[in-house]
């Protein structure tokens, strides 16, 4: 059997791929990092021939009675890890998922569960910012949950005022917080917002970060403040989701969803028979191979290479920022954040670099740039030299 596409295809595909790869460094208002180092990985699946076999995760990753061809051990592995970051100390379950939004999805579903099974004739209202990432908002639409949108301050923090305002006090609230809003790269007032649940009061409360990009990074910085952020012990969250494919740098969708234990005994589905039993997840097959990478970079670079590329990502943040400050561009950034957004420079050099674009009332146009692990002092030289060259007329 002939496993290699005709030459007529065999072109379009190296094209494309020539075509890809000389542009790698020009994605830069979407947080990808595009020096992910999986070639030593994707040599291992050719030299072991696991490449060419399916490998498939079905449910809960901890499972002990299970017949088919599985990475759950790495799976479990990865997430123990992560969630020793974020400060679970054995009392955590979690997945590998297909990317945030899965991610966002199992919290959300999860959130409506636990709420449900602490007020059941009550339904709850799904809070979250206007400036979180879309999907919250669809999810909520999705499991047809009412949603409030509230209010963000000018740099992109939830309003916490609005939230007070919005919050009812006779219905379980499910508070869905940005640790890194999408555009403009802000963290969410997590001991704010609990001082208004407490005064407040709501008769069940539920937690879930959306922390896709942040979550890779904030835990690994040498700045105890910033690691308290997604500490649970500290923050008292329920659940975090976290993409695979951004800091982590998995080069497709994936990503990792940790909840505390407590929430998963609290979602009860029917048991399916020819699954042993029941099925936590909502998808039910789930990528073995990424479990497989995700395992891979954690034991290939380890915590220390994690931290370094937490730190220099932040580094070149700074760097560039100042870079644009210097060069007369307006510019600003959060703290923690690796996102700068600034004036929206010529279409050109939009395309060019494929930045991200937005209008708001307090900066007028703006583009951003999520600064990642390939960013050097040169890359971030040519795209200030680009931006302030090119000020949109």
């Not at 094209?15 to 992910?36: C, M, R, S, W």
Request: hydrophobic fraction near 40%; charge should be negative; glycine fraction near 6%.
């Amino acid at each position: 059997m002939n496993n290699i596409p005709n030459q007529t295809a065999m072109q379009k595909l190296n094209e494309a791929a020539k075509d890809i790869v000389a542009h790698k460094f020009n994605q830069l208002g979407y947080p990808f990092n595009q020096d992910t180092g999986l070639s030593e990985f994707y040599r291992w699946l050719a030299d072991t021939k696991l490449g060419d076999i399916t490998l498939i995760n079905v449910g809960d990753p901890y499972k002990t009675d299970w017949d088919m061809l599985n990475s759950d051990y790495f799976e479990a592995n990865v997430i123990d890890f992560f969630a020793k970051a974020y400060g679970f100390e054995n009392n955590h379950w979690g997945v590998i998922s297909n990317g945030g939004t899965d991610g966002n999805m199992h919290g959300i579903y999860f959130g409506r569960k636990a709420l449900a099974q602490a007020c059941p004739d009550l339904e709850p209202i799904l809070y979250v910012s206007e400036e979180a990432h879309y999907s919250v908002k669809k999810l909520g639409d999705i499991q047809n949950i009412e949603t409030r949108t509230i209010k963000a301050h000018k740099m992109g923090q939830m309003d916490i005022t609005d939230f007070a305002e919005k919050l009812d006090a006779t219905r379980p609230a499910l508070v869905a917080i940005a640790i890194g809003g999408t555009f403009k790269g802000a963290i969410d007032n997590q001991q704010a917002i609990d001082e208004v649940l407490k005064a407040k009061n709501p008769p069940a409360v539920y937690r879930h970060l959306d922390v896709a990009l942040f979550g890779g990074y904030l835990p690994f910085l040498n700045n105890s403040s910033a690691r308290e952020i997604l500490d649970v012990k500290k923050m008292d969250f329920d659940s975090l989701a976290v993409s695979g494919h951004k800091f982590l740098s998995l080069n497709e969708p994936a990503g990792v969803f940790v909840c505390k234990r407590s929430v998963l005994d609290s979602v009860h589905s029917n048991p399916i028979p020819y699954l042993k039993g029941v099925i936590p997840t909502i998808s039910c097959s789930r990528s073995g191979f990424d479990a497989l990478k995700l395992y891979w970079r954690i034991n290939s670079i380890g915590k220390d290479g994690l931290c370094k590329q937490a730190e220099h990502c932040l580094e070149m943040t700074d760097v560039m920022l100042a870079k644009l400050h210097e060069r007369g561009v307006k510019a600003w950034k959060n703290q923690y954040s690796n996102t700068i957004f600034f004036e929206r420079p010529a279409e050109k050099i939009v395309k060019k670099y494929a930045f991200a674009c937005n209008s708001y009332a307090d900066f007028g146009e703006l583009s951003h740039v999520v600064v990642m692990q390939y960013f050097t002092p040169e890359l971030i030289e040519n795209i200030v030299n680009d931006i302030s060259e090119n000020k949109l007329k």
